[in-house]
Every structure is written in structure tokens, then in C-alpha cells.
């Protein structure tokens, strides 16, 4: 892996999402902080929100206590918008507030077409997190005239309802997968200078 | 002096004089403008063309300052068209190629504005196969897709870039089975009057409070006592002289042709989608030809009313020079909103389509409403389409139904009107037939659709092979 650059330590702008806050925390209290820290730490409040949306409210209501669906089109089916897209708006939200950083969740085997990878980076990095299971992708890349140091993580099935939708979802190429699989990987990336 | 020099110093001096002139016009503005125009500006935009800070708010402000301005008048209207390419979709780096290709995240990127040579439809003004440059690959996802040109996506009724929510598959699939009439064919009703803030006593003849000299107009009375507005308290003062409290007598405030600025006291989202529409849009804050300036040799010149001689549409002559207000349609004292749904607009619109209207089977419902033989709400006038009643949400986060008086919010593309409107009494293979029949548009709906679009059945198809594989 090559050596890290490490961050400027400008104090960024308020964040209101818990994640992005927490990283701001770090970013701005502690020098000479790694790219590689600062997506754990992203990642670490990412996933922990993910799970608890999935646990608490999807799986939950739906599956356990059946009063709810989850939908894409949400608003007109009057249902629980999914993970994916709470994930979705939760970094459109951020990318609007801070250019420090960015993320997304995509797969190999994505129901939206839009979630395959388009970059080398995305492809190699999922399909590492897919074949080594517990282990992290790190790497630069340059897209337009910027580099990124970007870190993939693997995106797993927590819940049954995970499995449950990708399995029957009719646009999901995949219909095999099982509780704890991987299921696709989340993507972060934090600009930097060369 | 030379004639030589005494030539040359008329040349300075007429080349200064007239960049005075053409620098005066841009900046301040008044009649030099017109002339300055760099090409003829879309019909979205002409009514407000000599008003160039509309866009143009600062002087040298680049892609950044027409952003803005462009965000400022739409940015409310993609939320709720639930724009299915916010620029929100694209900030992500992973998307730097494609922002390379099309830098989507600016509406001018697209939408042109005086580029009338290359300027298409809904104001595009790029190649109309401008799908193909992310989409290409559709036709391995969807074999339906395969060989269709890239100009047909948006043309054929299937797919539009901002608005899809008639259209996207999900909607389809689930509208399958629609009948192309509904059995309880009836739009959204009035279900909440403009209730003034403070509930005031219902007023009569002897309460009128008008000075003694107009209240000798004797029909503009007896009109007021019909109305709503006398039957909820608005005396002629309410209108005449709104400043009464803080005047002595109401005849030094009286205004004797009350603006929609009046009329918003009460009916302020009426008055806000009007000046959002083609009727008022020159009414909206701010706007102006021409600029105080330059030592007071320019006056602040608001855009006027616009008036129907100035539309890009055949407009009867009848009605040229009419200054367009609340009253052009609703009628003073009288504002009667029936006659505002139909006459109002046919007193003014003379083009294929609106006269096509009378006696079209929309029309023969709207008659047998008024005449009693139909059910309320069954009849359909020209403002039921294109100034439907919505939900609108009031300050207290509930819905309130209100007539939306911008009629061009759910015009072009015309599958906005899909749910806004067509969907309260048809089907929507009905629906997307009918709108994408440019001919049966014309004869206002006369007849059946000959043009059958296809995104139901090939929604349909593909769900169905997705059913077959997965069982």
C-alpha cells in the first residue's frame, strides 16, 4: 500500500449528521491524522447507523411485527423508504455540507444498475471485501484531475430482511444469498494532494 | 484644426457617446434593451427577457451566478417534480467521467437560454439523443430497449429527465389493469374555502363602507352582496383602502383598481402560482426593464402586466392591450370563479387547441355540471387541467386543497399532468396515449388516441420474464 498523505488540518464546516460530526471531532482536534483513520472512523459510524436502521426499524417492522413495507418508491406506497436509500440521502446530504469527503454503496451484483462499479478501484476493491471476508480494501485513484484515497468495506446481510429483499427483489441479479453473506461494499473516498 | 483631426475627434467622440449608450442600456436598462438582446430567448423566458437581472444578477457573474438564478425561480418545482437527475446524483468523484461528458449538475449545460437556432423542445439545447451519453448500454439490460434510437426515449411519452412520476416501471406495472374511464370520474373538489384568518360577521346592503360617491355604482354593489367576500365579512374597504386603519377616512387611501398585491392579503397562494405562470410571471418581485441610475437619467421601470398581444400563442384580437390581473379572469366585485374556468381564458386564447375545447366531450361534461344533469366535480372546465385543485401544504404542515394558478406547472412535459390532474378520471394507458397524440391534443380531446405507447406493455413483459425466471 503506498504511504498515506496526511490531512490538512483546517477546521471544517459544522456537520449535522452524526457520522460526519464525529469526524469532524477527529479531524479537527487531532494532526497528522491518516486518510486510512479517518474512513475507519467514517465507516465505523456508517455501518453502526446502517445496522441500527436496518435492526430496529426494516427488519423489525416489516418482517417481525408485519405493520410496514419497505419500498424505493416510498412516499407513493406509503412504506419505509430501505436502507440503501437512507444510506443514499444520508451522503447526498453530507456531499452537500462537506467536499472532504464522499461514499457510497455499491455491489457487484446491484439491483440498481447505478450501484455497479464504475471505477477500478470500486471493481477491485468489492471484489476483494467479497473474497476476504473481515478484511478492508484501501488505494488511490484519480478521477477527473483529483486523487482520492479510497477505501472499500464490506456491506453485509445483518438481518434477515437483507436477504429476504435481495433475493426477491425483480431487478437483483443474485437470489442466493444467505445471512452474514456480503452483499455489495461500502465505498469511501477522501480527497488528497499528491 | 485639420479636417483630418476634426474627423477623428467626432470618431472618439461618437464611439464614446454610443458605448455610453449601449453600456447605459445593459446596466440600467430602458428602450436601448430590446436592441441588445443576443438572441431571441425561449418561450419560457421572452416575457421576462428585458428584465436581465432576472438571470443575469451580476454583471460578470459566470456559470455560478446563472445557477443560482436558474435555482431560485425552478429549484422549488424539481423537488416536487421529484426530479429523478438532481445535481445531488452526480457530485459523487465517481461520476467524473461522466460530468466530463455532461456536466449535469448545471442546468445550462442543457437549457441554453438565446440559442434559438438550436434550442428543441421543454427548451433543450443539446442533440436530442443526449440519453445515449450515460444510457447506452440500456438495450443489454433491457432487450426491449435494443435498437431504439436515443431521440425517442423523451419524445415517445416514455421517459422525461426531470419529471417521471407517472412513468417510472413500478407505476406502470400497477396501473396495468386501469380502466380507461374511472367509474367515479370526478376531480378533486373544493373542500376548503379561503377562510379569512379572523372569522368576521356576514355584511349587507347598509354595511357597505364605501365613500357615499361610489357607492352610487349600483351593480358593483348588488355583485359584491352575491359574493363570498360580502358573506365573509370583506367590506368594499377590504379592497379599496386595505390601509384603512391607519387613515382618518378612506377616500385619500382608496385605490380605485385594486393589483393582486391586494388580493394576496387573503389569497396569498393564489397570488404566488399566478406570478409563478405565464399570466403573471412579469408581476414577480423584482423585476424590471430598467434600473434608477446614473444620476436619476434612469427610473426604476417594474416589468408591466403582461398583456396578450405579447404571447407567443394566437391570442384573440379582441383582447389586446388588457393589462393581465387576478380581475382579467375572476371579474371585479363579481369573481365568479365559474366563469373564470372557462370564459376567462377563451376570452383571450384563440389557438387550436382552446377552441377546440366547446363542444368537445370535457365541454359537454362541464355543461352538464352547471346545468345540473351532472355530478359535482364531473364537469371539465379549461382551469380543471391546467389550474387543477392540489393538496397544498399550509403553514401547519396540513393540506389544504387550492386551485394552483401557475397553469404552467403541470403543462410540458405533458405527463406532469398525469397525476396532477388525467388520473382523478382515467386510466394510464388512456392517459399516456392520449397525451402522446399531438393531433387528438389539438381537437382537445375529440376522439380517441390513434398512438399507443408502449411503456406498459414492455414494463409489463419484462416483469412477467423476471416472474418466470425467479419461479
Redesign the interface.
Known amino acids: 500500500m503506498p504511504s498515506m498523505p496526511s490531512l490538512s488540518s483546517k477546521p471544517a464546516k459544522p456537520l449535522t449528521l452524526a457520522c460526519a460530526a464525529g469526524a469532524m471531532v477527529l479531524l479537527t482536534g487531532a494532526k497528522g491524522l491518516e486518510p486510512k483513520d479517518v474512513a475507519d472512523m467514517l465507516h465505523a459510524v456508517m455501518s453502526a447507523d446502517r445496522t441500527v436502521y436496518t435492526k430496529q426499524v426494516v427488519n423489525r417492522l416489516t418482517l417481525k411485527e408485519k405493520v410496514i413495507t419497505a419500498s424505493?418508491?416510498f412516499?407513493?406506497n406509503k412504506a419505509l423508504p430501505l436502507p440503501a436509500q437512507m444510506f443514499r440521502f444520508g451522503?447526498?446530504l453530507a456531499?452537500?455540507q462537506s467536499k472532504k469527503f464522499?461514499y457510497?454503496l455499491l455491489s457487484l451484483w446491484p439491483v440498481n444498475?447505478q450501484n455497479a462499479p464504475?471505477?477500478d478501484a470500486?471493481k477491485k476493491g468489492l471484489e476483494f471485501v467479497a473474497a476476504n471476508k473481515g478484511q478492508n480494501f484501501y488505494t488511490e485513484e484519480k478521477?477527473?484531475n483529483?486523487r482520492?484515497f479510497t477505501a472499500v468495506y464490506a456491506d453485509t446481510a445483518v438481518a434477515q430482511a437483507c436477504v429476504t429483499c435481495h433475493n426477491?427483489h425483480?431487478?437483483s441479479p443474485r437470489?442466493d444469498f444467505k445471512m452474514n453473506d456480503v452483499l455489495g461494499g461500502v465505498?469511501i473516498?477522501i480527497?488528497i494532494t499528491e | 484644426m485639420s479636417t483630418t483631426s476634426t474627423l477623428w475627434l467626432l470618431w472618439a467622440v461618437s464611439t464614446a457617446a454610443g458605448a455610453a449608450v449601449l453600456l447605459a442600456g445593459m446596466v440600467c436598462g430602458g428602450g436601448v434593451r430590446a436592441h441588445l438582446l443576443i438572441g431571441k430567448t425561449t418561450s419560457g423566458h421572452h416575457q421576462i427577457e428585458l428584465a436581465c437581472e432576472a438571470c443575469h444578477s451580476k454583471p460578470f457573474g459566470g456559470g455560478g451566478v446563472l445557477q443560482a438564478a436558474c435555482l431560485r425561480c425552478h429549484a422549488e418545482e424539481l423537488k416536487q417534480a421529484k426530479d429523478t437527475h438532481p445535481a445531488k446524483k452526480f457530485t459523487d468523484p465517481r461520476n467524473a467521467d461522466r460530468l466530463a461528458k455532461l456536466d449535469a449538475t448545471q442546468c445550462v449545460t442543457c437549457h441554453r437560454e438565446h440559442k434559438p437556432e438550436i434550442t428543441h423542445a421543454m427548451g433543450v439545447t443539446l442533440p436530442t439523443d443526449y440519453c445515449a451519453l450515460c444510457h447506452s448500454d440500456i438495450g443489454t439490460e433491457r432487450p426491449s430497449h435494443a435498437g431504439l434510437a436515443f431521440d425517442t426515449c423523451a419524445s415517445a411519452g416514455c421517459h422525461n429527465y426531470h419529471d417521471n412520476r407517472a412513468l417510472y416501471e413500478d407505476f406502470l406495472t400497477k396501473h396495468t389493469h386501469d380502466p380507461d374511464l374511472k367509474p367515479k370520474a370526478i376531480a378533486k373538489l373544493r373542500v376548503a374555502v379561503n377562510e379569512p384568518a379572523e372569522k368576521r360577521k356576514p355584511l349587507g346592503r347598509a354595511d357597505a363602507d364605501a365613500p357615499p360617491a361610489k357607492l352610487g355604482d349600483a351593480a358593483a354593489v348588488e355583485a359584491w352582496l352575491a359574493t363570498e367576500h360580502a358573506k365573509a365579512g370583506v367590506n368594499c374597504s377590504g379592497c379599496h383602502a386595505p390601509k384603512k386603519a391607519e387613515a382618518a377616512s378612506p377616500e385619500p387611501i382608496w385605490i380605485e383598481k385594486p393589483g393582486p398585491a391586494v388580493c394576496a392579503t387573503c389569497h396569498a397562494h393564489e397570488v404566488k402560482t399566478f406570478a409563478q405562470g405565464k399570466h403573471g410571471m412579469r408581476l414577480a418581485a423584482n423585476l424590471a426593464s430598467s434600473r434608477a441610475g446614473l444620476l436619476g437619467l434612469f427610473k426604476e421601470q417594474p416589468l408591466a402586466p403582461m398583456r396578450p398581444e405579447l404571447a407567443r400563442l394566437p391570442m384573440s384580437k379582441a383582447a389586446h392591450g388588457h393589462d393581465l390581473g387576478c380581475t382579467s379572469c375572476h371579474g371585479a366585485h363579481k369573481f365568479d370563479a365559474v366563469t373564470a374556468q372557462v370564459d376567462g381564458c377563451l376570452g383571450c386564447h384563440a389557438d387550436e387547441h382552446s377552441k377546440a375545447y366547446l363542444g368537445s366531450p370535457h365541454h359537454k361534461l362541464w355543461q352538464a355540471e352547471r346545468a345540473g344533469s351532472g355530478p359535482q366535480g364531473s364537469g371539465v372546465s379549461c382551469a380543471t387541467c391546467h389550474m387543477p385543485r392540489q393538496p397544498i401544504e399550509d403553514e401547519n404542515g396540513l393540506d389544504r386543497v387550492l386551485a394552483n394558478h401557475n397553469q404552467n406547472d403541470n403543462l410540458r412535459p405533458s405527463e406532469k399532468m398525469i397525476r396532477s390532474v388525467c388520473a382523478d378520471c382515467h386510466g394510464l394507458g388512456f392517459t399516456l396515449d392520449s397525451l402522446a397524440d399531438a393531433a387528438l391534443v389539438r381537437r382537445s380531446f375529440s376522439g380517441r388516441a390513434t398512438v399507443r405507447v408502449q411503456s406498459i406493455d414492455w414494463a409489463l413483459k419484462r416483469l412477467q420474464a423476471q416472474r418466470r425466471a425467479t419461479q
Open positions: 424505493e418508491h412516499e407513493d451522503a447526498e456531499a452537500e464522499s457510497s444498475k464504475r471505477t470500486e478521477l477527473g483529483q482520492y426477491d425483480k431487478d437470489r465505498v473516498r480527497p
